[in-house]
């Protein structure tokens, strides 16, 4: 169990991680989130001991984890893809790995097949893609069967075969009761794999709790309509007591509105629809909502919801550029 | 704790697996050997007019020993870049979350380092010397002269020491490029030049490689300022020093 307790780091006068409690739940997958900068990477290496905390304390299984001897067998951790030396192979890699932690030789070739990489285990890591230094990586954190995982931005720069290769592995993780935590700063890809959530930004916690509570709370659905015969769908709307918001483009959403009763009622009122679709707001919006105050570097007019969808919506000729921020 | 035996099978591991070990390792055997043996070749055809009239004693040990300023180059490389590629790769992250204990990781890389480098060490100071020996002829000497073993063992000592010392300057700077720009220049061009200025030689006397190069000598200097041993003993503390440094500044450091 990972416990984290008033955790600061401070460098110079920026405070990368402030004050940060909480406990990161046993045999869960739990999401570590916050935008760029947020301190995430900074906390992972101070739960490694390879920063030091300005005040504060972390523990892994209640010791601190310079006090754990061979550390591999509680945690494994992926803290950046290619931190191998390019001109050892494979198998070298993770063998001196092992023998540091006296872990048995034949570990070695084990993790190595979990991961897929036996045929390249004598090859130098010089020519490894990023998918392969990233199998690597996670082989590195596999090597003691430790009960915690931890995962630094596992699927960055990832293909799209690479990224459900993880997601499927951190859930059979949790699935064999192991600890897992892993930071991103994509909240649509926690939805899928996570269980637990952590949000950060600039340092502070922003919410700490289960994915479906935070589901609960910030999904928003409602239901989309387009008619050419507006005047009528409003009455017959109005009559049953129900409201509708018009959108920029054309259609209207009735919130919380369900599908077979509305379109009952445009039935019974003869009423020609061109659309009728259910609509989810996405939980990417919710958590970009959360942390946009604390978007370190917002772009173009400082609202990080906008940053998503609008690149250089906000682009202004020179001449009238007259941004405070 | 981690287990020490377990940290050095490590690094073994680690120093063994890289091509660097075996290149810079076999450079500085094949080139202390090559041009000392050449210098004694040399020497030995043209010996009265290399001589001219000196009263000093020929030094035929120091005559054989003439490439360990070049080899010495190599095993100074290899030094950083054993502990240098560990920042360079930023595997030092994945070292010390294996290692927690900083002190003891790096205790364990020095002497794996310290015991592969005085056995290449010994194996091409003796070979140098035997090959040197042969090649000078008549002027040769041999191991049972006074001093000659001492300054045998010696050339293996310095050259360890040296490796030692600039692994110890890597882990204080934790860049392979910054030190190998700093310790390069500093062993052939700074330090040469200074101790044949006046005046600054006196300091320049007490820099490692020239104090740990007395170790070679088997005729007293003219002018020199101490003894073998002095020497030895002077080499050997900015070795200690060095890896002090080293360990300080990791243990200090955030990775």
């Not at chain 1, 006296?102 to 130098?124: C, N, W, Y």
């Not at chain 1, 600039?202 to 709370?217: C, P, W």
């Not at chain 2, 890389?109 to 070979?127: N, Q, Y």
Request: one cysteine or more.
């Amino acid at each position: 169990m990972i416990e984290l307790h008033e955790l600061t780091k401070r460098y110079g006068e920026t405070l990368a991680v402030d004050n940060l409690s909480f406990q990161v739940p046993q045999g869960v997958v739990t999401g570590f989130l916050g935008p760029n900068g947020a301190g995430k990477s900074t906390t992972m290496r101070m739960i490694l001991d390879l920063d030091r905390p300005t005040s504060g304390r972390v523990t892994v299984d209640g010791k601190r984890y310079g006090q754990l001897s061979e550390p591999l067998k509680y945690i494994g951790a992926l803290l950046e893809a290619k931190a191998v030396h390019p001109g050892r192979t494979a198998y070298d890699h993770l063998l001196w790995l092992a023998q540091s932690n006296r872990i048995p030789r034949r570990r070695v070739d084990e993790v190595l097949s979990l991961v897929g990489l036996t045929s390249v285990a004598r090859k130098r890591s010089r020519g490894f893609s990023l998918g392969m230094g990233q199998r690597l990586g996670i082989a590195s954190a596999l090597l003691g069967d430790p009960e915690i995982l931890m995962f630094d931005e596992p699927v960055n720069g990832l293909d799209p075969e690479g990224i459900l290769w993880i997601r499927n592995l951190m859930k059979g993780l949790a699935a064999e009761g192991r600890t897992v935590f892993v930071s991103s700063h994509l909240m649509s890809e926690m939805a899928l794999t996570a269980d637990h959530l952590v949000v950060i930004g600039k340092g502070r916690l922003l919410a700490n709790l289960s994915m479906a509570e935070f589901i609960k709370q910030n999904s928003r659905s409602a239901v989309r309509i387009r008619t050419p015969h507006v005047e009528q769908l409003l009455t017959a709307l109005a009559t049953a007591g129900l409201r509708a918001t018009a959108t920029p483009d054309g259609a209207y959403e009735i919130e919380d509105g369900d599908l077979v009763h509305l379109g009952d009622l445009a039935a019974g009122h003869g009423i020609t629809l061109h659309e009728l679709s259910p609509q989810q707001a996405s939980l990417e919006e919710a958590f970009m909502q959360m942390t946009a105050d604390s978007v370190e570097y917002h772009a173009g007019n400082g609202e990080g919801r906008d940053a998503a969808g609008a690149w250089g919506a906000t682009w202004q000729p020179k001449s009238s550029e007259q941004k405070g921020d | 704790m981690a287990s020490f035996p377990a940290v050095l099978q490590s690094e073994w591991t680690k120093v063994r697996s890289v091509r660097s070990t075996v290149w810079t390792l076999a450079i500085t055997f094949v080139v202390t050997l090559g041009v000392g043996a050449l210098l004694s070749l040399l020497t030995n055809n043209n010996f009265d007019s290399f001589r001219g009239n000196s009263e000093s004693p020929f030094d035929a040990t120091g005559t054989s020993f003439s490439g360990i300023l070049l080899g010495e180059l190599a095993i100074i490389v290899f030094g950083v870049l054993a502990v240098g590629n560990e920042y360079s790769s930023g595997m030092i992250r994945v070292s010390l979350a294996a290692v927690p204990q900083r002190v003891t990781l790096l205790a364990g890389k020095a002497v794996v380092l310290g015991a592969l480098a005085l056995l290449v060490s010994l194996v091409t100071a003796f070979t140098t010397f035997f090959v040197g020996q042969s090649l000078l002829g008549t002027h040769s000497t041999t191991l049972s002269e006074p001093h000659v073993l001492r300054a045998v063992f010696g050339a293996a000592l310095y050259l360890t020491m040296l490796c030692l010392f600039s692994a110890g300057v890597t882990a204080m700077l934790h860049n392979q490029t910054l030190a190998l720009g700093v310790l390069v220049p500093f062993f052939f061009l700074l330090s040469p030049i200074l101790s044949a200025v006046p005046k600054v030689k006196t300091l320049a006397h007490y820099f490692p490689d020239y104090a740990g190069s007395r170790m070679l000598l088997v005729y007293e200097q003219h002018g020199q300022p101490y003894g073998p041993w002095p020497g030895f003993l002077i080499c050997l503390a900015w070795t200690c020093a060095a890896l002090a440094g080293g360990a300080l500044v990791l243990r200090k450091r955030d990775a």
